[in-house]
């Protein structure tokens, strides 16, 4: 296997080693939640975990632990961080910034020679061309493992100057480890504003947020509230079930829905899969790539609108249905077959596929699509991608 070189210092964001650590309190406090109806978080260069209080008060508890750290180096890394927390009338605002983004886990390699993997622990061939329906449950998975990096890092060798493979003697290897935990009632409505964040949620949220993020990454449980209003620019997006909102998506490149409904998505070049679409879901689509795998047993309605879009359908496999499709410029494959609906003067859409609902059983939903100079493939089982 080709060696991975790195420069003499390498930042790692991958999950943690049991290391002797020292701990350190960045920041520590509670606020009575008596009248309080909003809480504002202006995250940057920083990682939170958020989750609901048990006993209806806010709290605010920052610590990192730093292993092989000296005195000074500890005091630099903490004098860079600033947080404050105050509050006003009923409202509470948090504002924590770093000058150097401060990730959940990080390790610093001294290897002058550079880094590599073990043979076999990670294989690079031709690409697979097939897709695979995924279930709602394995998408929901792949949100919460982190077997990937786990491995990643069991795996990871140094080379020396005769090229050889050692071992890591993870004790001896610079380290720090930060854990902001923010505690908020349920009946707050919660905006944040974060730049290079890592927000993770880690209960089920049924309160109103409001999120702006530029950078960083959101993992949640169940989002679920209508008023909830997210927009993510060049961010990482995971949530394992998302019901009512609003969702924005701005250059989202590996973003996963477990399930969604009640729920409206614009987005622009981003790459969306979605385990399961169940009540009431619109999607309006730039240039993105999209992979539909399941669909509720009463979806109702969905509509796709799109413009250079790319999206991935498995058809609905228990109930009766209806599908149409209307396009200008777009192609579709289906069945090891391709149909192009051709560009027209006027640039009237046409329609380009339709299956009407069969009348028997029970019926789940109408699927509806308007895709202009967009790719469509759909399939019951698998996709071969096209060559072309």
Known sequence: MKPLHFKIWMLMLITSVSVLAQKKVIFSESFTANNLIT????LENTTVAIENSKDGEVYFDYVIEFSN??????????????????????TI??????????????????????????????KFGKSNDSIHRKSKDSLISE?????IKNTFLKNLKLLNDKGEKEDIDFSKIKMYK????IKLPDFVKIKITGRQAQITFLDNMTGEISLNLKKGSVKSQLLSNRFS?????QAGFECEAISGGDFTFMNVTDGKIGAIKNTEITSEFSKIEIGEIQDRVSITDFNGE???????????????????SKLYLFYPEKHDYSFKVIGNNTVNHFDNLSVTMSP??????????????????????AINMDMVRGILYTSNDIFIKSKK
């Open 39 to 42: 809480v504002i978080l202006n």
């Open 69 to 90: 750290y000296s005195k000074n180096d500890m005091q630099a890394f903490i004098d860079s961080i600033k947080v404050e927390a105050v509050k006003f009338e009923n």
């Open 93 to 122: 605002k948090l504002e924590t910034s770093s000058i150097s983004n401060i990730s959940k886990i990080a390790y610093q390699l001294n290897s002058p020679f550079g880094l590599t993997l073990d043979d076999g622990v990670f």
């Open 143 to 147: 949100i919460r493992d982190d077997d």
């Open 178 to 181: 930060s854990k902001f935990l």
């Open 229 to 233: 209003k997210f927009q993510l620019d």
């Open 290 to 308: 999209y992979y539909f795998y399941n669909w509720s047993e009463d979806f109702g309605r969905f509509d796709f609108f799109s413009e250079y």
């Open 344 to 365: 027209t003067k006027t640039k009237n859409k046409s329609n380009m596929m339709e299956r009407k609902a069969k009348g028997v059983g029970h019926f789940s939903g």
